[in-house]
C-alpha cells in the first residue's frame, strides 16, 4: 500500500470519528501499520504530526458547528475540549489568536473532505506585506454598534447594519473630521468588549482625535475609546480598483489569520485591540489599508 494511501485511510478515519477521542495507536492498528511508522509517514506526506492535525481538524468542525448557532460550551465538549478554556486555549496554540478574532473575519465554511497534499502548511508568510512596528497610544472618537453572532457571522455583515438604522456613515465621519481639524486624517474600525459567553461584541467607526484637539468637546452620541500602543504587525492590502476593495481586504485578513499568524514567531496579544486603518490612499478609483495586529513573541 503506498503512503499515500495509508495517510488518505487516516485521514478519512479521522472524519470518521471526529467527536471521538482519536489516539493513534488505534488508527495505527484500524489501518494496520505499527504506531512509529504511521507517525512518521504522516508527518512527511502532511507537514505536521497525526495529533497535531486531528486537533487542527476538531476545531474546524467545532468552529463550523459555531457558526451555525451554537455555543462555544457545546462545541467545546463535542469535540474533546472539555471547557470554554480548553478551546480556547488550544485554538490559539494552533492558529496563534483567539477563536473570537477568527470567527470576526473569516467566513466558516463545512470541512470538506482533505487529502495530504491539501493540508500541508503553507510556508510564504514573509512574502505578505507586513512591517512589525512599535504604535504609540492614541485616541479614537466614533459611533459604536452591539452585534451578536451568528446573526453577524463575520464583520462582512457591519455595513449592511448601517444601512438598516439608516445611518450615512460616511456624512457622519466627515462631521467627525470637521469637529477634530487638527488631528491626523484617518478612519480607524475596531471591535471590542467580546462577551464569550454571550458570544457578543461591541464594533466602532470613528476618527482619531490627536491631542492637538483636546480641547474640543464630544459630540453627543459619540464613544470615546483610548487604544493602547505596543508591537503591531501592520499588513498593507493591495492596490485595487474599487470593484475588487473589499475582497481584498477579506482575503488580507484571511492570509493573515490561516497563513502567517500560525507560521510566524508571533501570536495575537489578547490584552489590546486589532483594528482597520483607512487614511488617504482608501480614496480614489483604486484603494488599499491597512490591517493592524497586536503581537507578542511566543512563548
Not at 495505527?28 to 492535525?53: K, V
Not at 453572532?149 to 455583515?157: K, Q, T
Not at 469637529?179 to 476618527?207: N, R, W
Not at 501592520?234 to 490561516?258: C, M, N
Request: a negative charge.
Amino acid at each position: 500500500m503506498k503512503r499515500e494511501s495509508i495517510v488518505q485511510a487516516v485521514l478519512d478515519e479521522i472524519d470518521k470519528r471526529i467527536k471521538e477521542n482519536i489516539q493513534a495507536d488505534e488508527l495505527a492498528h484500524l489501518i494496520g501499520y505499527s504506531t512509529h511508522y504511521l507517525r512518521r509517514i504522516f508527518l512527511e506526506q502532511t507537514g505536521m504530526s497525526m495529533m497535531n492535525y486531528i486537533t487542527r481538524r476538531k476545531l474546524e468542525y467545532a468552529l463550523f458547528d459555531l457558526s451555525q448557532g451554537g455555543r462555544i460550551i457545546d462545541a467545546a465538549m463535542d469535540y474533546g475540549f472539555e471547557t470554554h478554556a480548553g478551546f480556547t486555549k488550544a485554538f490559539k496554540r494552533i492558529y496563534g489568536c483567539p477563536p473570537s478574532l477568527y470567527r470576526l473575519h473569516i467566513c466558516v465554511s463545512p470541512p470538506e473532505k482533505v487529502s495530504a497534499g491539501m493540508i500541508r502548511p503553507k510556508q510564504g508568510g514573509n512574502v505578505m506585506n507586513v512591517q512589525i512596528k512599535e504604535i504609540t497610544p492614541f485616541t479614537i472618537v466614533g459611533y459604536t454598534s452591539r452585534h451578536k453572532m451568528p446573526s453577524v457571522r463575520n464583520l462582512s455583515d457591519i455595513p449592511a447594519y448601517w444601512d438598516k438604522i439608516n445611518l450615512e456613515y460616511g456624512a457622519a465621519l466627515t462631521t467627525l473630521h470637521h469637529t477634530y481639524p487638527k488631528s491626523h486624517h484617518c478612519e480607524i474600525a475596531v471591535c471590542f468588549d467580546h462577551d464569550a459567553d454571550e458570544e457578543s461584541f461591541t464594533y466602532m467607526l470613528g476618527v482619531m482625535a490627536d491631542k492637538a484637539d483636546s480641547d474640543v468637546p464630544q459630540r453627543p452620541g459619540t464613544y470615546l475609546l483610548r487604544m493602547e500602543g505596543g508591537m503591531y504587525a501592520v499588513f498593507t492590502t493591495p492596490r485595487v480598483d474599487e470593484g475588487q476593495y473589499v475582497q481584498s481586504i477579506h482575503d488580507t485578513w484571511k492570509a493573515i489569520l490561516e497563513n502567517w499568524l500560525p507560521n510566524s514567531d508571533y501570536e495575537y496579544d489578547n490584552t489590546r485591540k486589532e483594528y482597520e486603518y483607512y487614511d488617504e490612499r482608501d480614496h480614489g478609483d483604486t484603494a488599499q489599508m491597512d490591517i493592524c495586529i497586536p503581537i507578542q513573541k511566543q512563548a
